[in-house]
């Protein structure tokens, strides 16, 4: 899926476009013990909390491809018979209707999340959409297609915090508790996968809100694939892939040039507004290492140790190798963070033996908030000199 397929999807959660009329799931304890069961018709609630409930839905289609978003694959075997696809078919074919489908549902994941002893909230809704097609124009026309799809979001229910509340009573503030309170999902998928506008039954979509830790046994559990690499992982191996490749040449210039290279592909993909996700392969990093005057052999091995980390085509994602937000060095005692579009200040150099990263002050310095003034006395008396 596309980030456009993925919006279309996200914009029929809205209580006004009335696109799920009925909400199902259960309410599990820390005990892993079904405290109740969710089954509402979304037009017999209040407005608003009928709209709190669509966006917890919602919430499990956002984030980044291939960070929040990661796509699940099914071998044709589990297409074709395997009790994992057979029971989203089931849950699917349904509309969640079948009581015992949802219960073995249910069971399947109570039996596998760890959510650290914490209660939890599992969500369910199934839609049907008349897919429009769109003509040359991009006018919206007749449909052709239904896509039928369920939705998933697991959803932490925390104690509410004490705090002060009125009394109209007594005329009064005292102290009054929020209960038990509903947080956005922590993970959640959606099935089939609308590939092109259509379904396709070889691909779910999972969401994870924090990608480093997407909960591998809810994964296992549900879809029996083989899990991805998590950005905390992907970020490793390619530090580690460009350390072993350059045997500790890597220079600030390197450095610099590779993150360089990551965050204009970010920022040109953002300013696109291109639906597919965004990629960079190893061959387009080598060049970069080649053009700072890296070593042809060490350029290659570079690219050799990504495909053997990313796959042979070595295609990464550079929202998750670099923060697109932020330009970082650290040495032992300081840590310098910047826009990354100021990283080219940054200049390494050797002065009278010793080892110094030189930043243009320019105006507007400021120490804990004091505007300063770096007087000419306070310059150094010697000029920098390149080791």
Known sequence: MNQKEISELRRRFRADRAAVSRIYGCYVNGNREIISYVDES????????AEQYLNLLKKSMSGALGKNLID????????????????????????????????EFYRKIIGALDMDGGNYLILLAHDSYDVPRRG????????????????????????????????????????????????????????????????????????????DTPHFELLDALF?????????????????????????ACSLDVAQAVHDQLHAKIQTYQESKDPESLEITGKELGDVLRDCGVPEERAAAFQ?????????????????????????????????????????????????????????????VEVNGLPVEIREEEAADSPPTEE
């Open 72 to 103: 699940v694959v099914f071998s044709t075997e589990q297409v074709m018979d395997s009790d994992e696809h057979r029971l989203l078919s089931a849950l699917r074919e349904s509309e969640l209707k079948d009581g015992e489908v949802r219960e």
């Open 42 to 49: 979304l037009g017999n609630m209040p407005q608003e909390e």
């Open 224 to 248: 029996r694939t083989e899990p991805p690499m998590t950005s905390a992982e992907q970020k490793e191996a390619f530090q580690s892939a460009l350390t072993e490749a350059l045997e500790g």
């Open 304 to 364: 050799e140790k990504c495909a053997e980390r990313f796959g042979g085509a070595a295609v990464m994602n550079p929202l998750v190798l670099t923060d697109a937000k932020k330009f970082e060095i650290k040495t032992g005692d300081v840590t310098i963070s910047m826009d990354p579009a100021c990283s080219y200040a940054v200049t390494a150099r050797v002065i009278d033996g010793r080892k110094y990263l030189l930043i243009p002050a320019g105006e507007g």
């Open 136 to 211: 040359r124009d991009g006018a919206a026309q007749d449909s052709e297609t239904v896509f039928s799809y369920i939705l998933c979001s697991i959803c932490p229910v925390k104690d509410g915090k004490l705090e002060l509340g009125y009394f109209p009573g007594d005329n009064g503030f005292h102290n009054c508790t929020a209960g038990q309170v509903v947080s956005p999902p922590e993970a959640g998928f959606l099935f089939p996968a609308f590939d092109d506008r259509a379904a396709n039954i070889y691909n779910a979509l999972y969401y994870a809100r924090k990608p």
